[in-house]
């Protein structure tokens, strides 16, 4: 009896093992979240807003970061894809209103 079959159902395993663990350490596709923060850069060549707890976001659309300036308090929804978290929407947010924390569903 050949081990070939054998060493390539073990390599097999750990594979699967390996991409399970790798794939539970993402959020699912469908994470989204929302948060109140104070912006700490905006990189528009490459679309990326950093808020000031190091949450890093990109937006889809380079219009949503025309008004946008570094230290402005913000109120934004966010959602969770392939490549990282993406804007759903940033706006202006009142400065004595919520809490600034991030909520996540």
Same mark, same amino acid.
């Given at each position: 009896?050949?081990?070939?079959?054998?060493?390539?159902?073990?390599?097999?395993?750990? $594979?699967?093992?390996?991409? &399970?663990?790798?794939?539970? %350490? @993402?959020?699912?596709?469908?994470?989204?979240?929302?948060?109140? !923060?104070?912006?700490?850069?905006?990189?528009?060549?490459?679309?990326? $807003?950093?808020?000031?707890? &190091?949450?890093?976001?990109? %937006? @889809?659309?380079?219009?949503?970061?025309?008004?946008?300036?570094? !230290?402005?308090?913000?109120?934004?929804?966010?959602?969770?894809?392939?490549?990282?978290?993406?804007?759903r929407s940033i706006e202006a947010a009142d400065a004595?209103?919520?809490?600034?924390?991030?909520?996540?569903?």
């Open positions: 009896m050949s081990m070939r079959p054998l060493v390539r159902v073990a390599i097999s395993a750990i $594979v699967v093992a390996i991409a &399970g663990v790798a794939g539970a %350490a @993402a959020p699912e596709p469908d994470y989204r979240g929302q948060a109140i !923060g104070t912006i700490r850069s905006i990189d528009r060549t490459h679309q990326m $807003v950093t808020m000031g707890d &190091g949450l890093r976001l990109r %937006a @889809a659309d380079p219009q949503m970061l025309e008004e946008l300036q570094e !230290g402005e308090l913000v109120k934004l929804e966010f959602v969770h894809e392939r490549d990282g978290w993406l804007i004595v209103g919520e809490p600034s924390d991030t909520e996540a569903e």
